[in-house]
């Protein structure tokens, strides 16, 4: 089972490397998010719950490399969800924020993906929005809002996805992948003793425009995850 995890990671790792910064397109870079997610619940599928819940969890920060909460954070909890991980915030050293995701091996490789595939989406969005808008100068508040909307919409559909997914593979496959993964994460989450506070909303004012434009542009966003016969 080690040597196949092993294989896992290492496809999920480079289905991860195969994003809009390395050259491939939007479509192409959410097609390779899509296959993510199908590796993996095709993974849990072909191994037995015991077999899952001897696997070791672990985790991983991305680094923001800001000091401030940005716009992502709106949707990196249902990015957790998503990948059946744990997730929270933490600040390094010098004060930057670190979005830490907790779970299984591959689930975690999954999280890290799919967040570097959003963000990307959203910069090279706003950078479509901001020209056709035909700025001069554009305001940070705009730029704020405009992301925001765009990460409130893609956490919206996330959700949706994922109920549609864990209930594709539970109609075919009897198997409930969801009740296993968390079993195995929540058990080892709490050996973590952490101290965790919930996060407050930020109760800063948006532009509506751009809020409104972010929000069609996570719609139009598209990521396919389905396993579709999983046997």
């Known amino acids: 089972m080690a040597t196949d995890l092993d294989k896992l990671k290492t496809r999920l790792q480079a289905l991860r490397a195969k994003t809009i910064a390395n050259g491939c397109t939007e479509e192409e870079a959410l097609s390779a998010a899509a296959k993510v997610a199908e590796l993996l619940d095709r993974y849990d599928l072909s191994i037995s719950d015991l077999e899952i819940r ?3 969890c672990a985790k991983v920060a991305i680094e923001t490399n ?4 940005q716009p992502i954070s709106s949707c990196v909890p249902a990015i957790a969800d998503f ?3 744990k997730v929270w915030r933490e600040k390094d050293e ?9 779970g299984l091996r591959p689930s975690i490789e999954m999280a890290h993906y799919v967040y570097d595939v959003i963000a990307a989406a959203m ?3 706003w950078e479509q929005y901001s020209r056709s808008q035909r700025f001069i100068r554009h305001s940070h508040d705009e ?6 909307g765009m990460a409130v919409s893609i956490a919206d559909k996330l959700t949706s996805m994922k109920a ?7 109609a075919d ?10 079993a195995v994460v929540e058990s080892e989450f709490e050996k973590l003793n952490l101290n965790l506070r919930q996060g407050r909303a930020s109760g800063k004012k948006v532009e509506a425009g751009a809020f409104e434009a972010g929000q069609s542009a996570g719609q139009s966003l598209e990521i396919h995850p389905g396993i579709g016969k999983a046997r």
């Open 143 to 148: 730029k704020g809002s405009f992301l925001f």
């Open 54 to 56: 001897e696997e070791q």
């Open 123 to 125: 910069q090279r969005a």
């Open 66 to 69: 800001r000091k401030q909460r």
């Open 83 to 85: 990948c059946d991980c």
């Open 94 to 102: 010098s004060g930057k924020v670190l979005f830490v995701f907790f």
């Open 173 to 182: 496959t009897g198997r409930n992948l969801v009740v296993v993964r968390h």
């Open 164 to 170: 549609g997914r864990d209930a594709a593979i539970l």
